[in-house]
């Protein structure tokens, strides 16, 4: 089984992958790619891709329709680098509350002056700031990285109030009661003195799921005068040419970024970090182990375990003499044309697992057969399904 890594993984992931698998330079022979943030939307998929992992959170590189189309499973590692990301936006609330930037700038320039010592004593007014302590801080998304900020900030003292209308259980059970549950956005915009956000970006045509450019001209009316904005999650989540308008107003004191681009890395008072949220030691091994173990059981196993495009599937290590696992639409009549595939040759089914998801299925079939071929050809000739595949 070859290998392909479309951005660098961390070794001590990759030195997980047993002797079964060869790295190769060329994406187009791999079956199974790892990536972090390449773009992948406009490459070309060879047939023989089976499975990409996104060693990382943020799936909108890749091509999840198109993927789950030609029965490739895209997976991404939840929560790998959320501590990364969580240590690096308390950072930012400091930042953009202090002017330490300008505070280390202005020391370059006076630092060969023997007088240093007394002129930061007599300069330092012009970098004074203010505390976040007491402040309170509007989290809008309450999911790996959000919970964490948001217990975070509130060990700081700082009042946070979190809004996430599908938050899950484990993360529900895992953010500090101090946190003030809100129903809408607009409690956060209309109370909080920093505004954070940590969701997907999603483009949808109902406003309670869209992100894209959820914080805009109307959203940023609706907030106090002063207000420091956060986006830790995608450049996109914000309006360019609206934050630009409200930082030279002042309406928005800051904007602390981690994804610059040619509008925002040009604007005043925006803090532009190089999208370092994940880029710590300990994400980057956290998301390359997590990955590969991943992408291995899904080869060796043809279980599935965090994909964003296909249902989750766990049918365990597979003890029968063979295994096929079905990727297909999620329409009627499928299991019955599988079953008899196998009842027309006589090979018992000794067990099945059939998962569904959206538009999309996954069943695995474990049989008393070796020797499996010709009905995975025959499988493959079904109206709806989309790749066949030999685990065993
Ligand atoms: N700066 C960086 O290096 C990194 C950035 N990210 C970005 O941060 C995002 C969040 O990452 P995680 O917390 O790990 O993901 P996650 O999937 O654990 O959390 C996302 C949360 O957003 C919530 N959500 C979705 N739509 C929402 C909406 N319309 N309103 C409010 N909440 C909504 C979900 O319910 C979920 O709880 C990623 O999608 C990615 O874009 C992630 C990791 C590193
Ligand atoms: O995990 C994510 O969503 C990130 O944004 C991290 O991206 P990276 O792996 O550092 O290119």
Redesign the pocket.
């Known amino acids: 089984m070859k290998y392909n890594c479309l951005n660098p993984i961390a070794g001590v992931g990759l030195n997980l992958f047993t002797e079964q698998y060869n790295k190769t330079e060329d994406f187009n022979e791999a079956d199974i790619v790892l990536v972090r943030?390449a773009a992948m939307h406009d490459m070309e998929l060879p047939d023989n891709l089976k499975a990409i992992a996104r060693a990382?959170?943020?799936?909108?590189n890749i091509p999840l329709e198109k993927c789950a189309e030609k029965g490739i499973v895209v997976f991404?590692t939840?929560?790998?680098?959320?501590n990364?990301?969580k240590e690096?936006v308390i950072a930012g609330l400091l930042l953009a509350s202090r002017d330490i930037v300008g505070g280390i700038n202005w020391v370059q320039t006076v630092k060969d002056d023997p007088t240093v010592a007394k002129l930061v004593e007599k300069g330092k007014s012009k970098f004074a700031g203010k505390e976040i302590q007491g402040k309170k801080l509007g989290v809008?998304?309450?999911?790996?990285?959000?919970?964490?900020v948001a217990n975070a900030a509130n060990r700081l003292g700082m009042t946070v109030y979190g809004?996430?209308?599908?938050?899950?259980v484990d993360?529900a059970w895992n953010l500090s009661r101090d946190v003030v549950h809100v129903k809408t956005?607009e409690e956060i915009y209309a109370e909080c003195d920093y505004i954070t956000?940590?969701?997907?970006?999603?483009e949808?045509t109902d406003p309670?799921?869209?992100?894209k450019e959820?914080i805009n001209e109307e959203t940023i009316k609706q907030m106090k005068d002063g207000v420091i904005i956060l986006n830790?999650?995608?450049d996109l989540?914000v309006n360019d040419n609206d934050i630009e308008v409200a930082l030279k107003s002042g309406k928005v004191a800051k904007y602390v970024t981690?994804?610059p681009n040619a509008k925002t890395a040009n604007m005043e008072n925006v803090i532009a970090?190089p999208?370092?949220?994940?880029?710590t030691e300990e994400?980057e091994d956290n998301c390359a182990v997590m990955a590969v173990k991943q992408l291995m059981d899904y080869m060796e196993n043809g279980n599935i375990k965090n994909s964003v495009n296909y249902p989750n599937c766990d049918a365990g290590v597979c003890r029968a003499a063979g295994r096929i696992a079905i990727h297909h639409k999620n329409i009627p009549n499928m299991l019955s044309q599988f079953t008899s595939a196998f009842s027309a040759v006589n090979v018992n089914i000794s067990d099945m697992v059939n998962k569904s998801r959206g538009d999309y299925a996954y069943t695995v079939l474990d049989v008393d057969s070796s020797n499996n071929s010709d009905v995975a050809a025959k499988l493959s000739a079904i109206q709806g399904v989309l790749k066949v595949r030999v685990v065993k």
Request: glycine share 14%.
């Open positions: 943030s990382g959170a943020g799936v909108n991404n939840p929560g790998a680098n959320a990364g990301v690096l809008i998304g309450l999911g790996a990285i959000g919970v964490l809004y996430d209308p599908f938050i899950s993360n956005r956000v940590h969701t997907p970006l999603i949808d309670s799921v869209n992100t959820m830790f999650a995608r989540l981690d994804f970090i999208h370092l949220g994940a880029s994400s």
